[in-house]
């Protein structure tokens, strides 16, 4: 059973900063991975989808890495701002229906 | 375009009672699902549908029915409320996997509490 994994839980950071967010999944058999975006009591927002056989991807501030290998996913976010505080989300996706099987979440707060 | 449109938005429910959370999606997507989200769990699939007429369980279906009679809707249904059910509900819909990766597209969730 695939288990995903997102360290640390919660994350707190002054504006500006460069920060990464770590996801880790136990089985390397994956059709693509996301990261989602959450803000309270709001649905999910798919920030990147990386397939299986990329490497990474961009957004603006945003970068997704990928290492099926290891089964690790990073994402990136630079220059901090206060809007980008919200939970993020990592999901793989089997391939088969795009089930997803999510980690728990980073809360991530960027302070002024 | 609305999206993913999930009602009601909140629902208090007494054990024992059953309801239909509603979903409907206006992309013509094929893939429909549904998770609850739980404190400390991330999110869990309950159900899911690849099509029109055909559904198929997730990791956590018992208590839940669901149906797909087209292709915008997909109703989930509790059969009889339990206290364990108390969670927020999400619809998401993605394209055909066969026509390459898709993002998924989430409706903003149904929080339901069964007392």
């Known amino acids: 059973k695939q288990e995903v994994t997102q360290i640390p839980a919660a994350l707190s950071v002054p504006e500006g900063e460069n920060l990464v967010l770590n996801c880790s999944f136990t089985?390397?058999?994956?059709?693509?991975l996301q990261w989602f975006r959450q803000d309270p009591g709001k649905g999910l927002t798919s920030l990147l989808l990386?397939?299986?056989?990329?490497r990474e991807q961009t957004s603006g501030r945003l970068n997704a890495s990928l290492d099926k290998s290891s089964g690790r996913s990073t994402l990136y976010i630079a220059a901090s701002q206060p809007g980008d505080s919200a939970t993020y989300l990592c999901a793989v996706e089997d391939g088969t229906a795009s089930k997803l099987t999510f980690g728990t979440g980073t809360r991530l707060q960027v302070t002024l | 375009n609305a999206g993913v449109t999930q009602t009601p938005k909140f629902q208090v429910l007494k054990t024992g009672q059953s309801m239909t959370l509603q979903c409907a999606q206006d992309m013509n997507h094929e893939y429909m699902s549904w998770y609850r989200q739980d404190p400390g769990m991330g999110l869990r699939l309950i159900h899911y549908?690849?099509?029109?007429?055909?559904?198929d369980q997730g990791e956590v279906p018992n208590g839940y029915n669901v149906s797909r009679s087209t292709t915008e809707d997909f109703p989930l249904r509790l059969l009889s409320a339990a206290p364990s059910q108390t969670s927020v509900y999400f619809c998401?819909?993605?394209?055909?996997?066969?026509?390459?990766?898709?993002?998924?597209?989430f409706g903003a969730g149904t929080r339901l509490s069964v007392l």
């Open positions: 990386i397939q299986s056989s990329q």
């Open positions: 089985d390397s058999a994956i059709y693509n």
């Open positions: 549908s690849v099509g029109a007429g055909i559904t």
């Open positions: 998401a819909s993605s394209t055909h996997a066969g026509t390459g990766p898709a993002k998924q597209y």
